[in-house]
């Protein structure tokens, strides 16, 4: 599929010489909802940021559809919506100003319709002339929303959308980010929640400490996760996994002395006490026995301790 973004080797160091993206390279495709995930201080707002222009990045470089971010910058930004994870509105305007302001900064013309629209999608047209001052906290989130659409941009970035939100908000959130998915609007949001990510997103990303781990299509990422491996170490030297055994997910070790045995924690059976007895039936000798968690399991056991500290 086309990126719509493309972030290449894109390293951030602030002022007082903190480095807060090391070298991010990351590929948005043209109308999927990608999910960064991360902890606190993973540097999630940082990339937003520069990505929108509003940060200068220190090293690399940064296409939007197509548009330099810094030589080409107001072609690249009149692409993108950005709904701030801070809520930034004038508590005494009213509601279809304050959009109708923000679509005048980007130089388009007024377009009511289009305007009431984005309001009636997002259920606020009936609070069109209410002041900000007036709406509930989730109703501001959607006027921030709004705001971020007035401009009609073909990506829209949200930042932690749903933090501190009650769990209602949150769906209602979901709906409507889908609904803008089906609009064709390619989206971009930060969580710290991991089944924010995997309610939502097509491809999650992971980031920490200011790299992207991995970003991987969200239904193969989650499969992977309950996945545990089992070393099986081996008197006798081993070429293939014997006939015996073929009905376990069991792969000859790099050192022909071991069987690695994949298998899923969340699953009623392991298997495991009746692989051990077929090992033995099979003639060979167990020496030793050693437990590993994927890679994928350790990143987010990290996160979350992070989370938590
Ligand atoms: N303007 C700034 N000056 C110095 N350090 C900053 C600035 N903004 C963010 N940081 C630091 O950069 C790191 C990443 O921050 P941020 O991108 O906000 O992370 P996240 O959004 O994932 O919580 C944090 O350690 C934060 O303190
Ligand atoms: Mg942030």
Redesign the pocket.
């Known amino acids: 599929m086309a990126s719509i973004v493309s972030v290449t080797d894109l390293g ?1 160091t ?3 010489g ?4 090391n070298s991010v390279s990351l590929e948005i495709e043209e109308g999927e909802i990608l999910a ?1 995930l ?12 520069t990505i929108c222009g509003i ?1 200068r990045p220190t090293k690399g470089h940064i296409t939007v559809g197509g548009h330099d971010t810094i030589t080409d910058y107001r072609a690249a930004r009149s692409l993108i919506g950005l709904v701030p ?1 801070e809520i930034n509105l004038e508590p005494f305007e009213k509601v279809m100003n304050t959009v109708r302001f923000s679509r005048g900064l980007f130089g388009k013309a007024n377009d009511d319709a289009y305007l009431e629209q984005v309001l009636r999608q997002l259920s606020l047209w009936d609070k069109k002339d209410a002041r900000v001052m007036e709406l509930s906290g989730g109703m501001k989130r959607r006027v921030l929303i709004a705001k971020a659409l007035s401009h009609n941009p073909r990506i829209l970035f949200l ?2 959308p749903t933090a501190g939100v009650d769990v209602e908000l949150r769906r209602d959130m979901w709906e409507i980010v889908r609904g803008l998915k089906a609009d064709g609007v390619t989206i971009i949001l ?1 969580t ?1 929640y991991i089944e924010e990510a995997e309610a939502i997103a097509d491809r999650i990303g992971v ?1 920490s400490k ?1 790299d992207i781990l991995l970003v991987e299509d969200t239904a193969a990422l989650m499969a992977r996760m309950g996945q545990k491996q089992m070393v099986v170490e081996l008197h006798e030297t081993v070429t293939a996994v014997p006939e015996s055994l073929s009905s376990y997910t069991l792969e000859v070790g790099a050192d022909q002395k071991s069987l690695i045995y994949t298998y899923d924690t969340h699953a009623n059976r392991t298997g495991i006490t009746r692989l051990m007895a077929d090992i033995q039936a099979a003639g060979l000798t167990l020496c030793d026995v050693e437990t590993r968690q994927s890679s994928l399991e350790e990143i987010f056991v990290g996160l979350v301790k992070e989370d938590a500290a």
């Not at 903190?18 to 993206?21: D, E, I, P, R, V």
């Not at 902890?39 to 937003?48: D, E, S, V, Y």
């Open positions: 951030k602030y002022d007082g903190f480095t807060a993206l960064l991360g902890p606190n201080g993973a540097g999630k707002t940082t990339l937003i940021s940060t994870q930042d932690e930060t710290h980031i200011g």
